[in-house]
């Protein structure tokens, strides 16, 4: 395959950073993107040029690293897929590609491809933590937990922080990322405890952070590589709501 | 009060507020919708019914009230709504604004329905044309033949002329996707979410923007058909 591959090159936080057109040629349907970056990149080396920076680790979908604007899509076109996890065999020859970093103030370039996502970092210590009781180890499954609210917490703890949310929305929010880290230990027992003090950190969190606001248009869900649902971010829209109207006052006794 | 700051303070508690505004302009403009069809019933004992409507709204109340006491209060109330949901949109817009200043080189295919794009814009065309509407039908200076009280013959003057009836198409177009994605904006934003009822929030919001643009357009064009006179 012949691809032209329009590619985001930013020297560093304070470079003003352009597009720079790449002619990819040899390229097999049968490798990944990021192999198809790996190939382009060797060449640059290879001619003594600065290859491209992006962010990759597992290659295998799981660790949330990799993450580009593919044609103005997160990840690419194909949905449920995270870059590293796309292959060739989604373009066609002679295609042109666009490849630009997630934009977002929250997340700021650190050098072409790759951004500063400690953000999401911030937003989970400001409440993603549960208290257990220490010392020997608890009897497995002691605690009981309905199946559905397993499931649906799992399917929210699914979210590996890639940042395609933030990518994807017109408004920069993190709300999809957040309301993930939220339900999935609010839903089960051991998460009630911070429940409502886990839901005001982060949301607090992700304001001071700069990301935006929801506006309700769903593009994250699309993006979502792992398809977290928007029913998320009504759960948390739902807790938040309660939790500042139930908030009590510092050192309020028993009837407050 | 506090904790209602406290919330304020957040993205998602000036969303609250917008949805809570949000819904009351919706009940207004759903009852509103209701109003004008009166104008479809005949006149008895040499009343149109919409007048008969129309004297009834500064009657209710009374003698509990003043004359035109609910009325009033009506007022006020959607006058703090429209305020509410005019303030919160510019918060939420300077805010998404700040959080990406700059957009991507080439901007492809995320779904964003077409009126979920254009809340901001549709926002500002209802705000002009609620304006217009006022001066059309309130005060009548926009009026070419406005005689205070007289309900229904200002409605059937008005949308006789083609031109008027073009204008209030448009702004129950822009009203139609406004209510939209705000019906199904307010479900996700006050958290009123259930997997056993989530699949109908879209239905019910397209079916209320469809039954309030087919409400409110069907008088004018039965006017303009000569229909209603």
Same mark, same amino acid.
């Given at each position: 395959?012949?691809?032209?591959?329009?590619?985001?090159?930013?020297q560093?936080?304070?470079?003003?950073?352009?597009?720079?057109?790449?002619e990819?040629?040899?390229?097999?349907?049968?490798?990944?993107?990021?192999? #198809?970056?790996?190939?382009?990149?060797?060449r640059?080396?290879?001619?003594?040029?600065?290859?491209?920076a992006?962010?990759?680790?597992?290659?295998e &979908?799981?660790?949330?690293?990799? &993450?580009?604007m593919?044609n103005?899509?997160?990840?690419?076109?194909?949905?449920m897929?995270t870059a590293?996890q796309?292959? #060739?065999r989604?373009?066609?020859d002679?295609?042109?590609?666009?490849?630009?970093?997630?934009?977002?103030?929250a997340?700021?370039?650190?050098?072409?491809l790759?951004?500063?996502?400690?953000?999401?970092?911030?937003?989970?210590?400001s409440?993603g933590?549960v208290?257990?009781?220490?010392?020997s180890?608890?009897?497995?499954?002691a605690?009981?937990?309905p199946k559905?609210?397993?499931?649906?917490?799992?399917?929210?703890?699914t979210?590996?922080?890639?940042?395609?949310?933030?990518?994807?929305?017109?408004?920069?929010?993190?709300?999809?990322?957040?309301?993930?880290?939220?339900?999935?230990?609010?839903?089960v027992p051991?998460?009630?405890?911070?429940?409502?003090?886990?839901?005001?950190g982060?949301?607090e969190t992700h304001?001071?952070? &700069?990301f935006?606001?929801?506006t309700?248009?769903?593009?994250?869900?699309?993006?979502?590589?792992?398809g977290?649902?928007?029913d998320?971010?009504a759960?948390?829209?739902?807790?938040?709501?309660?939790?500042?109207?139930?908030?009590?006052?510092?050192?309020?006794?028993k009837?407050? | 009060?506090?904790?209602?700051?406290t919330?304020?303070?957040?993205?998602v508690g000036?969303?609250?507020?917008?949805?809570?505004?949000?819904?009351?302009?919706?009940?207004?403009?759903?009852?509103h919708?209701?109003g %004008?069809l009166k104008m479809?019933?005949p006149?008895?004992?040499?009343?149109?019914?919409?007048?008969?409507?129309?004297?009834?709204l500064r009657e209710?109340?009374?003698?509990?009230?003043?004359h035109?006491?609910?009325?009033?209060?009506?007022?006020l109330?959607?006058?703090?709504?429209?305020?509410t949901?005019?303030?919160?949109a510019l918060?939420?817009a300077q805010?998404?604004?700040?959080?990406?200043?700059?957009?991507?080189q080439?901007e492809?295919?995320?779904?964003?329905?077409y009126?979920?794009?254009?809340?901001?814009?549709g926002?500002?065309?209802?705000?002009?044309?609620?304006?217009?509407?006022?001066?059309h039908?309130?005060?009548?200076?926009a009026h070419?033949?406005?005689?205070a009280?007289?309900?229904h013959?200002?409605?059937? %003057?008005?949308?006789?002329?083609?031109?008027?009836?073009?204008?209030?198409?448009?702004?129950q177009?822009?009203l139609?996707?406004?209510?939209?994605?705000?019906?199904?904006?307010?479900f996700?934003?006050?958290?009123?979410?259930?997997?056993?009822?989530?699949?109908?929030?879209?239905?019910?919001a397209?079916?209320?923007?469809?039954v309030?643009?087919?409400?409110?357009?069907?008088?004018?064009?039965?006017?303009?058909?000569?229909?209603i006179?």
């Amino acid at each position: 395959m012949r691809l032209t591959l329009h590619v985001w090159r930013q020297q560093g936080p304070n470079d003003q950073g352009r597009l720079e057109r790449y002619e990819a040629n040899d390229v097999s349907e049968h490798m990944s993107f990021l192999e #198809m970056l790996d190939v382009i990149n060797e060449r640059l080396t290879e001619d003594g040029e600065e290859p491209i920076a992006f962010e990759h680790d597992c290659r295998e &979908g799981i660790c949330g690293s990799c &993450g580009m604007m593919i044609n103005g899509v997160p990840h690419g076109p194909k949905t449920m897929t995270t870059a590293c996890q796309l292959h #060739m065999r989604s373009f066609k020859d002679g295609d042109e590609i666009w490849i630009e970093p997630w934009r977002a103030t929250a997340f700021p370039v650190i050098k072409d491809l790759v951004v500063d996502r400690s953000g999401f970092d911030r937003i989970i210590q400001s409440g993603g933590y549960v208290s257990v009781r220490t010392g020997s180890a608890p009897d497995g499954n002691a605690i009981p937990i309905p199946k559905e609210d397993a499931d649906a917490a799992f399917d929210a703890a699914t979210c590996i922080g890639c940042g395609a949310c933030v990518a994807a929305c017109p408004n920069a929010s993190a709300m999809l990322f957040t309301s993930a880290k939220v339900a999935h230990l609010g839903l089960v027992p051991q998460g009630q405890t911070e429940r409502w003090d886990r839901v005001r950190g982060m949301v607090e969190t992700h304001d001071d952070e &700069g990301f935006g606001n929801c506006t309700n248009h769903g593009a994250c869900q699309e993006a979502c590589p792992k398809g977290i649902s928007l029913d998320y971010i009504a759960q948390l829209n739902r807790d938040l709501i309660k939790a500042t109207l139930k908030a009590k006052p510092v050192g309020a006794g028993k009837d407050a | 009060m506090r904790r209602v700051a406290t919330l304020y303070r957040t993205t998602v508690g000036k969303k609250v507020l917008m949805a809570v505004s949000g819904v009351v302009l919706f009940s207004f403009v759903f009852a509103h919708m209701l109003g %004008n069809l009166k104008m479809l019933f005949p006149a008895s004992d040499g009343h149109f019914a919409m007048d008969v409507y129309a004297e009834y709204l500064r009657e209710i109340g009374y003698p509990l009230l003043p004359h035109g006491g609910v009325l009033w209060i009506a007022r006020l109330v959607l006058l703090a709504a429209v305020g509410t949901h005019i303030w919160s949109a510019l918060q939420l817009a300077q805010l998404s604004r700040a959080a990406r200043p700059s957009g991507y080189q080439k901007e492809d295919s995320l779904s964003l329905s077409y009126a979920s794009r254009t809340m901001r814009w549709g926002g500002v065309i209802l705000l002009l044309f609620v304006i217009y509407h006022l001066l059309h039908f309130t005060t009548g200076q926009a009026h070419s033949s406005f005689v205070a009280g007289a309900v229904h013959q200002n409605y059937v %003057n008005a949308f006789q002329d083609p031109g008027i009836f073009l204008v209030y198409l448009i702004a129950q177009t822009a009203l139609c996707f406004h209510l939209y994605h705000g019906a199904w904006s307010f479900f996700q934003t006050l958290g009123l979410s259930h997997p056993k009822y989530n699949h109908l929030r879209r239905p019910f919001a397209a079916g209320f923007a469809f039954v309030v643009f087919v409400g409110f357009l069907m008088p004018p064009t039965l006017v303009l058909a000569g229909v209603i006179s």
